[in-house]
Nanobody, 123 residues
Framework: QVQLVESGGGSAQAGGSLRVSCAAP????????MAWFRQAPGKEREGVAT???????YYADSVKGRFAISLDNTKNTLYLQMNMLKPEDTAMYYC?????????????????WGQGTQVTVSS
C-alpha cells in the first residue's frame, strides 16, 4: 500500500511563501509521476503541478512562475515551493501518484492520494 503524507501547510500573507511536503515512505518518488492538486471550498479540484523522471515538470497557468515542484530522493519526499502567494491560492493541497499515463498528464487518473494539507493566504 502506497502512503502519501502531506505536511507543511499553514497561513501566509499575500506575497509570502510556503512549502508543502509529501513524504512517501518506501515509494521511490523519482521513479513515478508525482503531482500536486488543490481544492478550495466550493470549487472543483485543480491540478497544480506534475513532476516526472525527476526533472520533467508541468505547471498550471495559475501558478506558473510562482510555484516550483521538486523532490528529494534521499528522503523520498516531494515538495511544492509556493512563492508570491495570492489569496486565491487558499485551498487544501494534495499530492498524488500512481497513474498509468506515460506522459504524466495532470488530467490523468491517479490511484494514490494523501490526506491533504491546508494552505491559507490572507490579503
Amino acid at each position: 500500500q502506497v502512503q502519501l503524507v502531506e505536511s507543511g501547510g499553514g497561513s501566509a500573507q499575500a506575497g509570502g511563501s510556503l512549502r508543502v511536503s509529501c513524504a512517501a515512505p518506501g515509494y521511490t518518488v523519482s521513479t513515478y509521476c508525482m503531482a500536486w492538486f488543490r481544492q478550495a471550498p466550493g470549487k472543483e479540484r485543480e491540478g497544480v503541478a506534475t513532476l516526472f523522471d525527476g526533472h520533467t515538470t508541468y505547471y498550471a497557468d495559475s501558478v506558473k512562475g510562482r510555484f516550483a515542484i521538486s523532490l528529494d530522493n534521499t528522503k523520498n519526499t516531494l515538495y511544492l515551493q509556493m512563492n508570491m502567494l495570492k489569496p486565491e491560492d487558499t485551498a487544501m493541497y494534495y499530492c498524488a501518484s500512481g497513474t498509468a499515463d506515460p506522459y504524466c498528464n495532470i488530467d490523468a487518473d491517479f490511484a494514490y492520494w494523501g490526506q491533504g494539507t491546508q494552505v491559507t493566504v490572507s490579503s
